[in-house]
């Protein structure tokens, strides 16, 4: 067996220690250094994804990410990692097929939740030491050494993590510079329709958690409906030839002064985070969502039944403001039970049961046959009027917080009705399915 089968070759050893050896700040362009040269040839030769040239780019973050000394100051230099210790991370990285991610997602003005775990996702309070693990403190801290991740503030929040391990199928270089290796013969304005705002696996953790009736939990509906805002995800990446963002700030996220009777005549003021309280079902019914209910949905989305973009809508209504938010909700109804063929003569299939309904009634039929009952139907058709009104410019009131409300309500009813309907066995067509739907929910309108 190899040297270089075993761990960090001679060659690569060798690179590094004189690496090593350069006292801060080091040289203007670490990148024409001789020993950074020989360590990137060593690179090159001795792993089959190193790519032509060897990294660059991604070997200077690499060398930094473990405490390279000459790029760490007199206060920071304890965080440099032995040249052995550093030599065999760097072995394992090039030698890496596979990485992990954890992406961070603060609950922003989340009141007292109970812990849950689910899929690759936990959600709950994290202390600081906790955080500092997640982020991997001391790598954070060797790139970015006048920034600061302020874990103590943070950790008064609750947190999303969502976990999931990723292939890697580039090499170092195009990791690290994505943008170097784009195919630029392709269209750079096209559109993605679909596209999340957020990491897929952080978006399909969103859906999962939006099954749940926050509106009813909701103490302060007129507020927000929501029991928590997510205004960013921070992502951790084990590989270390991606470089790290910029740590987060505990101010993006919501806070109030709070002043307190010390009980002696006198006040004492702190800071703590502005919190929307919630209705004491949240600590007995949020447990259900558990690793059970996730199999449930995500067996669910393999459905036909979900071959259209509801997670999409579901998700984007959430993260959306205003007006497109309810938009956002009356389309996830529409992706879950519309069909081409409602407005398009030549997509319906004969012989059409249904061809004397309008686009509206069937979908009104639809909801009522699928939810139960025509009060269902009734309230599709207010929000579609409301819809309707605000697209086709045509003079609308403000959208009341009962509709705003109702639309959320109805979007998720649609859709956990949906999950629920797939418990009862394969569903082999789609069309076949809502016609069914139809059938059943037309007597009652």
């Known amino acids: 067996m190899s040297e270089a089968a075993t761990g960090p070759s001679s060659a690569m050893i060798s690179a590094m220690s004189d690496l090593w050896r350069l006292h801060p700040p080091g040289p203007d362009n670490i990148l024409a250094h001789p020993a950074f040269e020989r360590l990137r040839d060593a690179c090159r030769d001795g792993y089959p994804n190193a790519g032509k040239k060897g990294p660059a780019f991604a070997l200077s973050t690499a060398l930094r990410a473990l405490g390279l000394p000459c790029g760490l100051q007199k206060e920071t230099l304890h965080l440099s990692l032995p040249v052995e210790e550093a030599a065999k991370a760097l072995d394992a990285a090039m030698r890496a097929t596979h ?93 993605e329709p679909h596209k999340g705002r957020f990491p897929g696996a952080v978006e399909e953790a969103l859906f999962f958690l939006l099954l749940a009736p926050w509106e009813s939990w909701s103490a302060m509906a007129e507020v927000d409906w929501r029991g928590f805002r997510v205004p960013w995800v921070y992502t951790v990446d084990s590989d270390i030839f ?23 005549g006198g006040t004492y003021e702190e800071e703590r985070p502005v919190e929307l309280r919630f209705e004491d079902d949240v600590a007995t019914e949020l447990p259900v969502w558990d690793q059970s209910r996730w199999a449930i949905v995500e067996q669910a989305k393999q459905s036909v039944l979900f071959e259209t973009p509801i997670t999409h809508f579901l998700v984007r209504a959430f993260l959306a403001e205003g007006v497109d938010e309810f938009l956002a909700h009356i389309t996830t109804i529409e992706a879950a039970l519309g069909l081409r063929a409602d407005y398009q003569k030549s997509f319906r299939v004969a012989p059409d049961r249904h061809k004397r309904l309008r686009a509206t009634d069937k979908m009104r039929g639809r909801v009522a046959g699928l939810l139960g009952g025509r009060s269902y139907a009734d309230q599709y058709e207010r929000l579609f009027d409301l819809r309707s009104a605000f697209l086709h410019g045509r003079a609308m009131t403000a959208i009341s917080t009962k509709e705003r409300v109702m639309a959320r309500s109805l979007a998720r009813q649609v859709v956990e009705a949906l999950i629920l309907t797939t418990q009862a066995g394969p569903i082999s067509s789609r069309e076949d399915f809502l016609d069914g739907l139809l059938d059943k929910g037309a007597p009652l309108l």
């Open 99 to 191: 990485a992990k991610r954890a992406h961070l997602v603060p609950l922003d003005l989340a009141a007292d939740l109970p812990s849950i775990a689910f899929g690759p996702a936990k959600l709950g309070r994290l202390t600081a030491d906790e955080l500092l693990a997640l982020v991997d403190h001391a790598r954070l801290k060797r790139l970015y050494l006048r920034q600061e991740f302020d874990a103590a503030r943070f950790s008064e929040f609750h947190w999303l993590v969502v976990e999931e391990t990723v292939a890697l199928e580039h090499e170092p270089e195009a990791r690290a510079v994505p943008v170097l290796f784009m195919d630029l013969s392709r269209d750079l304005g096209q559109i």
């Open 242 to 264: 991606v470089r790290p963002n910029t740590p987060p700030s505990p101010d993006t996220l919501s806070w109030e002064d709070r002043i307190y009777d010390d009980g002696y």
